[in-house]
């Protein structure tokens, strides 16, 4: 998984100038910005100034420095480390176990701030030089002490504030903000000097490995751990990263993020904080010490400088795609979101993003391809475009070809493997329609909308009905010739509709279902029309094609006005739609329904024509199987009896000469003419049954003597001896008899039974009204009783009440107005309220 991250290249190298004495041994480094500082052995330090990265040529060449400045500081002892604070312009060099500060651009020494002494080490942590007054915090390790000061730096002078005890001398420290991260002899240690707190983390063998201990970043450090491993430790003792597996002789390392370069006795290897692989190795032999500043990375040695200058993101990226390995680069792009520049790390990540859709899209991973593509906002005629006869693109889109080594030709797949190149479409569809209706889609959504309508019409989707139904920008003269050469007419219908050229639109569906196109769709497309006619608001089409809808099927073609929007219906009144319907008997009959049912006309011509409606079809009795005759006249029979809007003579005239006695008869009702439609259904309907239900029905809510007139009349119906079927009757005047005994008067039945029926005949009733009578008086004598007694207790109530003295004198007021009584009458409730007489209703 090799990687050029960086570049080596020598910074500064060591030139004697004559003789040995001359030549230069570093010792340490530090780099401040632009700003090299070098220690050497013999006590100098170096000012080096550094060039720009950022111009042209410098980014993969780090030409040779020549030193601006350099200063003795009048010891004999190496230096050992250099620290710099931009803050305070201060420069802090440990020599001799001695702390000096230097002005960081003169080099001239701070008269006013002696040194620190007895010191093996030291770190600067920069945070508190936000505060006012301005310092920064210097954390000394003693020598030979098992301690660390805590010192406040200014610009002038320095103070300690406090002491850190420890178990042992510590051999290498690192700050983040009051934490330290501490090596002792055997072991690591996390210690927070604001709170006191201390935790031991882990081991490790002093004999085969060097202390490391480095800042990654916000509160997290890097150390040297057992196993050869470089563990990530937050400053609260936890681990969040997996650790990086590194040589065993490791002498430093140096963080770069988003990478740890480390140092070894044979190369400089470079190491992936994301995800904790190896990018790069590079051979080096005589590195001593590795320091990582915010431009690179430098490598000391004895006599040379050595400089890491980082590949620039964006080329690692490029490589990275080039070797198709997509998630590699976007864990580098989303991990290195720190050192891109704000403005940029938007566009460098959504080129990633869609560089890595088209590796998967070119790999057959359709599911990660449109999820990158989505994420990364690609202009989708990008993709569009690789497809073979894709609708023309606008004329101002120049397609960039993707930056991948896996790309393929998809118009030389339509040749070679037409079978592959139908999942590319299927994964087109997918991500189009996905896609179609987001902020993303609406820069060139004609040609997501042409390109949706291509595909679906190529495969016979039913989408094709959604998408064009729906809102849609799909361009007429691009789509019309497509959906015609694929036979696509009733969608064809649809794309006009939305570009509102509804005559087009139905002349092509009534091409259809009249035969003339061949449409391979199996939708109703009559019902289609006709629906599509219930919704138009233009006037003169829906009567242009009103004609034609409903002669096809009258039972279909009436929904034009019968399901319209209940906005809509005003647009067409009742009696134009009948003037044209009447051509149309089953037509007009449905639609006269939905007048009286569904609208709840009350105009008396709609129920008579509805009527006269269902007469004409039971009369013609032409095509007409008994099923739908029969629901025709139970219709008709329940519009006659609930309905009290049509003319009854109207209907009567029609009816009369009929065989519809039971019709007739209903009419007869709603004259009063009661005992001509009993006469009707019993002689000629001869439907005794229905008599009953006649009475039964009619009496309904009527008093007792109406309802006893109207079954003694059907009673005498039954007992009229000059008809025919005189046994039937009897039959049926005895089943009436005994079937409502409670409506019947005894002694009226009693005058009018013929003397030839026997006792037994007419017992049942007989029985039955006497014990109904019975229990009437009997309820009488009850009810009398009961009204006796309330009457009794009412009585008793006023005795009890009167039967005390009310003495009112003179002082005594009403309680109600609270004038006095100039009456001898008044009013006294139970409860003891006086009042006028008058004012009692108050």
């Not at 009103?546 to 009742?574: C, H, L, M």
């Not at 259904?681 to 009527?702: I, M, P, T």
């Not at 009398?784 to 006023?798: G, I, T, W």
Request: with cysteine; charged share 25%; hydrophobic share 40%.
């Amino acid at each position: 998984m090799s990687l050029d991250v960086f570049s080596l290249t020598l910074a500064i190298e060591n030139q004697p100038a004559g003789n040995e004495k001359d030549e230069l041994h570093f010792c340490c480094l530090e780099s401040c910005g632009k700003n090299l500082y070098v220690g050497t052995k013999d006590c100098f330090v170096h000012h080096f100034v550094l060039p720009d990265l950022s111009q042209p040529g410098n980014e993969k060449t780090c030409p040779q420095q020549k030193e601006v400045k350099k200063r003795h500081l009048g010891m004999k002892r190496p230096i050992t480390q250099l620290k710099a604070s931009p803050i305070l312009t201060h420069l802090l060099v440990l020599s001799d176990s001695s702390v000096t500060v230097l002005n960081m651009f003169s080099l001239e020494p701070i008269q006013t701030m002696q040194k620190i002494r007895n010191v093996a080490l030291f770190e600067v942590n920069e945070i508190a030089a936000f505060t006012d007054p301005v310092f920064v915090e210097l954390f000394v390790v003693a020598s030979k002490k098992k301690a660390i000061s805590i010192y406040a730096v200014s610009i002038d002078k320095w103070e300690r504030v406090k002491e850190v005890p420890f178990p042992e001398e510590p051999l290498a420290l690192a700050v983040d903000r009051s934490c330290l991260c501490v090596a002792m002899s055997d072991r690591y240690i996390l210690h927070k000097h604001t709170s006191g707190t201390t935790k031991e983390l882990f081991p490790y063998d002093k004999v085969k490995q060097n202390p490391i201990v480095k800042v990654v970043g916000r509160g997290e450090f890097l150390l040297n751990g057992p196993g050869s491993l470089g563990m990530f430790v937050t400053n609260c003792g936890i681990s969040q990263r997996p650790p990086l597996q590194w040589p065993e002789q490791v002498h430093m390392a140096a963080v770069y993020f988003p990478y740890v370069v480390t140092l070894d006795s044979e190369a400089l290897r470079v190491y992936s904080i994301l995800d904790q692989q190896q990018k790069q190795l590079i051979p080096f032999q005589k590195g001593c010490i590795l320091v990582s500043s915010q431009e690179r990375v430098f490598v000391l040695t004895s006599n040379e400088i050595y400089s890491l200058i980082p590949v620039q993101i964006e080329e690692q990226i490029e490589t990275l795609m080039s070797r198709e390995r997509a998630s590699e680069a976007l864990d580098l792009v989303k991990g290195a979101r720190a050192v891109i520049p704000k403005d940029k790390y938007k566009a460098v990540y959504q080129y990633v993003l869609q560089q890595a859709g088209f590796i998967k899209f070119f790999q057959e991973c359709f599911s990660e391809a449109k999820e990158l593509f989505i994420k990364g906002h690609l202009d989708l005629r990008e993709v569009i475009a690789l497809y073979p006869d894709s609708p023309p693109l606008s004329t101002t889109f120049k397609q960039p070809h993707p930056s991948v080594c896996n790309i393929k030709d998809l118009n030389q797949m339509k040749k070679e493997d037409p079978e592959r190149l139908q999942r590319y479409k299927q994964f087109l569809v997918d991500f189009l329609s996905a896609i179609r209706l987001t902020e993303q889609a609406q820069r060139c959504k004609e040609q997501v909308d042409n390109t949706l309508l291509k595909l679906y019409a190529e495969s016979g989707s039913e989408e094709l009905i959604h998408l064009l139904s729906s809102d849609n920008a799909c361009q007429l003269n691009e789509c019309v010739h497509c959906l015609e050469k694929h036979q696509r007419y009733f969608a064809l219908g649809f794309l006009y509709h939305s570009r509102d050229q509804d005559y087009n639109a139905i002349q092509t569906w009534i091409q259809i279902a009249d035969g003339y196109l061949q449409e391979s769709t199996q939708k109703d497309i009559h019902r289609h029309i006709v629906k599509f006619l219930s919704f138009q608001q233009k006037r003169e089409l829906v009567w242009k094609y009103a004609d034609w809808a409903v002669q096809k099927n009258q039972e279909v073609g009436v929904q034009i006005f019968t399901k319209r929007p209940q906005r809509e219906q005003e647009s067409f009144s009742y009696e134009e739609v009948i003037g044209f319907l009447k051509q149309y008997q089953l037509a007009l009959m449905l639609y006269l329904e939905y007048l009286v049912t569904a609208r709840n006309s009350k105009e008396e011509r709609h129920h008579t024509l509805l009527a006269m409606s269902y007469l004409e079809q039971l009369l013609e009795k032409k095509d007409r199987d008994k099923i739908t005759l029969f629901g025709t006249r139970t219709k008709l029979q329940v519009l006659l009896h609930e309905s009290s809007f049509y003319n009854v003579a109207v209907i009567q005239d029609r009816v009369l000469d009929t065989e519809l006695h039971t019709e007739i008869a209903i009419l007869y009702s709603k004259q009063g003419e009661h005992d001509k439609a009993l006469w009707t259904l019993v002689h000629k309907e001869q439907d005794f049954q229905a008599a009953e239900r006649y009475c039964q029905r009619n009496s309904e809510g009527k008093d007792k003597a109406f309802r006893s007139m109207l079954f003694s009349t059907l009673l005498k119906i039954y007992l009229d001896s000059t008809t025919c079927n005189k046994n039937e009757q009897v039959t049926a005047a005895v089943d009436l008899l005994n079937n409502n005994v409670a409506v019947f008067d005894l002694i009226s039945v009693l005058q009018i039974l013929p003397d030839s029926w026997s006792l037994q005949l007419v017992s049942r009733f007989l029985v039955e009204s006497v014990r109904i009578s019975i229990h009437y008086r009997r309820m009488e004598s009850v009810e009398k009783s009961l009204a006796q007694a309330e009457h009794l207790r009412y009585r008793y109530s006023r005795a009890k009440a009167t039967e005390g003295i009310v003495k009112v004198a003179k002082e005594r007021t009403c309680q109600v107005c609270h004038k006095s009584f100039t009456e001898p009458t008044f009013l006294w409730s139970l409860s003891g309220i006086l009042t006028h007489t008058h004012c009692a209703r108050r």
